[in-house]
T-cell receptor, first 112, second 114 residues
Framework: DADVTQTPRNRITKTGKRIMLECSQT?????MYWYRQDPGLGLQLIYY???????NKGEISDGYSVSRQAQAKFSLSLESAIPNQTALYFC???????????FGDGTRLSIL | AQKITQTQPGMFVQEKEAVTLDCTYD???????LFWYKQPSSGEMIFLIY??????QNATEGRYSLNFQKARKSANLVISASQLGDSAMYFC???????????FGAGTRLTVKP
């Protein structure tokens, strides 16, 4: 089983819909992250959380919200989806500063 | 300001040859970590290698090594004996101790030719 699991893997939806992307991990890491990837731009941080009571905005948080339901679960919501949020979304976890981030397999989201 | 620069959008290498993927970074923080990730066409992000700013030796992991030149602020990835399965996007990333996030470069697409 994957250490970091994202659901769904693919999603096509319409403008204005509310969407939730889910992430769960079995690595026992406190730190969790949500990124989006657009072609040619690498990864950009949306939100991150260092524990259940700690939620922080990343560089591109507008239009997104998150919920850290438990140490192992971190969800990303698009309240009212728009086409320029079409992207590949990654959840990641890490132990600490000098430790690598471990990524889920990504969610391909298309908003029509 | 761009923190991580990967100047090679695409690279080609012959199978079994070595290839160097360039990465330069910008930081004023004396403590930072540098990471390389591989992203195959299937999309997942695979961690390859890590170098800490205070590490005295260049990091190595199997066929991957990191040519770390601190004064030049470069952290180039060297892949030895390229294999067809090495064809992928490669991302350089940096985390500074004073920041909570990891900054990624735009990536280099490597194609290994048979």
């Amino acid at each position: 089983d994957a250490d970091v699991t994202q659901t769904p893997r693919n999603r096509i939806t319409k403008t204005g819909k509310r969407i939730m992307l889910e992430c769960s991990q079995t690595k026992g890491h406190d730190r969790m992250y949500w990124y989006r990837q657009d072609p040619g731009l690498g990864l950009q941080l949306i939100y991150y959380s260092f524990d259940v009571k700690d939620i922080n905005k990343g560089e591109i948080s507008d239009g997104y919200s998150v919920s850290r339901q438990a140490q192992a679960k971190f969800s990303l919501s698009l309240e009212s989806a728009i086409p320029n949020q079409t992207a590949l979304y990654f959840c990641a976890t890490s132990e600490g500063f000098n430790q690598p981030q471990h990524f889920g397999d990504g969610t391909r989201l298309s908003i029509l | 300001a761009q923190k991580i620069t990967q100047t090679q959008p695409g690279m080609f290498v012959q199978e079994k040859e070595a290839v160097t993927l360039d990465c330069t970074y910008d930081t004023s923080d004396p403590s930072y970590g540098l990471f390389w990730y591989k992203q195959p066409s299937s999309g997942e992000m695979i961690f390859l290698i890590y170098q800490g700013s205070y590490d005295q030796q260049n990091a190595t992991e199997g066929r991957y090594s990191l040519n770390f030149q601190k004064a030049r602020k470069s952290a180039n990835l060297v892949i030895s004996a390229s294999q067809l399965g090495d064809s992928a996007m490669y991302f350089c990333a940096m985390r500074e101790v004073m920041r909570t996030d990891m900054r990624f470069g735009a990536g280099t697409r490597l194609t290994v030719k048979p």
